[in-house]
């Protein structure tokens, strides 16, 4: 059966995961269809253009140990299109900027002598006495960094960008994004720096970056998905997924344009739409433990502000972290310290980071309100000067990180195993598609995997891949299992580069 012929894979959702699993399966001569319900392609991973202004959403370090991924990303483009940036970011915290990983002289001279001493008490007694509950963030990180440390470095940031308690987060997500990274590894890295350390993934100090934005790798690998034979269609949200529950297959899918629904078949399906959402598109429906499980997990959103203002205010920080309470702001983006592609005419863009829920207050605020929320925030952080701040422009992206809270892991068992049972030749990938913290080189290697599992009759555990602890540290093994680095760095707390 050729490529026109067969009803060939169904992938839901134009990220990073959708279009690797497209290219996968095309380049075995399978049939593939991405539906992307947005109007731009690359998701989270999109890049954003506004008046001649291009900005990244979030923040993507192009950054890997699975040798696949970084195979994949110089075959969609040639290496001149790549610029090797340097890594920088700051914390900001009562005025003062500290430098992120530690160096000991300037924590020192921003916190005060009687001030690091009581840090270095309080990590002393954690190491004597670490707390007994360290299943959640709270608990985990004060091991590893003490009390007083936390408190100042953590804890605020992490419930400003989460919304929620940090006792209430998991420590697996903070195992995810920390890794092996303690105060006393991150001291020794301050007193005995090495070149480009990559042993823990927090302290790389170089990356790859697209000049233009990731966008340019997305926009360039949709490109050759059709110059393949493949299809990327925009604008199609799907509204159904069919099932056969005799068969214990799914069968296609409706898709809807705005001008009316329509029937795509499909042997398989690839979804990295979000995982609560694939099961309520179920047709026949989930059963309703199912069902509740998809209702009960939750997600984050996020909007970002970008505000042009003379480049006599750039700084040469990819992101700074805002640790202040008095500020709703998160993070800030400087895009002319990602690329100078970016920027243009003496000026660059900041951009302003908020994390929020969906229909909030901020989510609900016009643009105007929003640019001149930034705008005053910018300006009481001592980063502008005021009334310098020309024009801004709003991105909302809804359902960006999937939240890590106290339910999630069970939440996400009941939905996989119903749809191993009832419907295996649906394939969740990626970030949302399986409710994973995963970066982009993680989502990529899941799309990869499904696409051998689809074409090849492989058998890889998607569901392993970004598990260990010690995921961003170890290499490429044998089996296909790819162990990566930070291929996409999401906000999350100083000690990881969002990756």
């Known amino acids: 059966m050729t490529i026109g012929q067969e009803p060939g894979t169904v992938i839901i959702g134009a990220g990073p995961a959708g279009l690797t699993a497209a290219?996968?399966?095309?380049?075995?001569?399978?049939?593939?269809?991405?539906?992307?319900?947005?109007?731009?392609?690359?998701?989270?991973?999109?890049?954003?253009?506004?008046?001649?202004?291009?900005?990244?959403?979030?923040?993507?370090?192009?950054?890997t140990?699975?040798?696949?991924?970084?195979?994949?990303?110089?075959?969609?483009?040639?290496?001149?299109?790549?610029?090797?940036r340097p890594r920088m970011s700051r914390i900001y915290y009562r005025g003062g900027l500290y430098d992120y990983p530690l160096r000991a002289v300037n924590a020192l001279r921003n916190l005060g002598l009687l001030e690091a001493a009581r840090c270095m008490g309080s990590y002393a007694r954690a190491?004597?006495?670490?707390?007994?509950?360290?299943?959640?963030?709270?608990?985990?990180v004060s091991a590893r960094f003490g009390w007083r440390l936390y408190s100042i470095f953590f804890k605020t940031y992490t419930e400003k960008v989460w919304g929620m308690p940090a006792d209430q987060l998991q420590a697996d997500w903070a195992a995810q994004r920390i890794k092996n990274l303690?105060?006393?590894?991150?001291?020794?890295?301050?007193?005995?720096?090495?070149?480009?350390?990559?042993?823990?993934?927090?302290?790389?100090?170089?990356?790859?970056?697209?000049?233009?934005?990731?966008?340019?790798?997305?926009?360039?690998?949709?490109?050759?998905?059709?110059?393949?034979?493949?299809?990327?269609t925009l604008?199609?949200?799907?509204?159904?997924?069919?099932?056969d529950p005799q068969r214990r297959r799914a069968t296609g899918v409706t898709v809807d344009d705005g001008n009316g629904p329509r029937r795509e078949q499909a042997d398989h399906i690839v979804s990295s739409m979000p995982i609560s959402e694939l099961v309520r598109v179920m047709d026949p429906p989930a059963p309703p433990p199912v069902r509740a499980a998809a209702d009960d997990l939750r997600y984050r959103d996020f909007l970002t502000v970008a505000l042009v203002v003379p480049s006599e205010f750039s700084f040469p920080d990819n992101w700074i972290y805002v640790h202040d309470p008095g500020a709703?702001?998160?993070?800030?983006?400087?895009?002319?310290?990602?690329?100078?592609?970016?920027?243009?005419?003496?000026?660059?863009?900041?951009?302003?980071?908020?994390?929020?829920?969906?229909?909030?207050?901020?989510?609900?605020?016009?643009?105007?309100?929003?640019?001149?929320?930034?705008?005053?925030?910018l300006e009481q952080l001592g980063l502008v000067r005021p009334g310098c701040v020309g024009s801004g422009h709003v991105v909302r992206m809804p359902k960006a990180y999937p939240v890590y809270d106290e339910r999630y892991q069970h939440n996400v068992e009941v939905i996989r195993e119903w749809l191993a049972a009832q419907v295996p030749?649906?394939?969740?990938?990626?970030?949302?598609?399986?409710?994973?913290?995963?970066?982009?080189?993680?989502?990529?290697?899941?799309?990869?995997?499904?696409?051998?599992?689809?074409?090849?009759?492989?058998e890889h555990d998607v569901w392993s891949v970004n598990v260990e602890q010690d995921y961003h540290e170890q290499s490429h093994d044998k089996g296909g299992n790819g162990r990566g680095g930070t291929g996409r760095d999401a906000p999350v707390v100083p000690a990881r580069s969002r990756g």
């Open 127 to 140: 190491r004597l006495r670490p707390p007994k509950d360290q299943s959640h963030f709270e608990g985990w």
């Open 182 to 232: 303690s105060l006393a590894k991150a001291v020794l890295n301050a007193l005995l720096p090495r070149r480009n350390s990559k042993d823990v993934t927090s302290l790389i100090e170089e990356f790859q970056y697209p000049k233009l934005g990731p966008g340019m790798m997305w926009e360039r690998c949709t490109d050759r998905v059709r110059d393949l034979g493949g299809e990327v």
């Open 65 to 84: 140990k699975v040798p696949r991924v970084e195979e994949f990303w110089h075959e969609i483009l040639p290496d001149e299109d790549f610029l090797l």
């Open 425 to 458: 030749n649906v394939h969740p990938a990626g970030r949302n598609g399986m409710h994973r913290y995963n970066n982009q080189d993680h989502s990529m290697l899941t799309a990869m995997l499904v696409a051998e599992n689809i074409a090849d009759g492989a």
């Open 235 to 243: 604008r199609h949200r799907v509204s159904r997924v069919h099932r």
């Open 23 to 63: 290219y996968e399966l095309l380049r075995r001569d399978r049939r593939a269809r991405v539906f992307e319900a947005d109007d731009v392609i690359g998701g989270i991973s999109r890049t954003v253009e506004r008046d001649g202004w291009r900005f990244d959403i979030g923040g993507h370090r192009f950054f």
């Open 328 to 377: 709703r702001v998160g993070r800030i983006q400087n895009f002319g310290s990602w690329s100078p592609y970016l920027v243009k005419d003496g000026h660059t863009c900041l951009g302003l980071e908020y994390f929020v829920f969906e229909n909030d207050d901020m989510w609900n605020s016009s643009d105007a309100d929003l640019i001149a929320l930034a705008t005053a925030e």
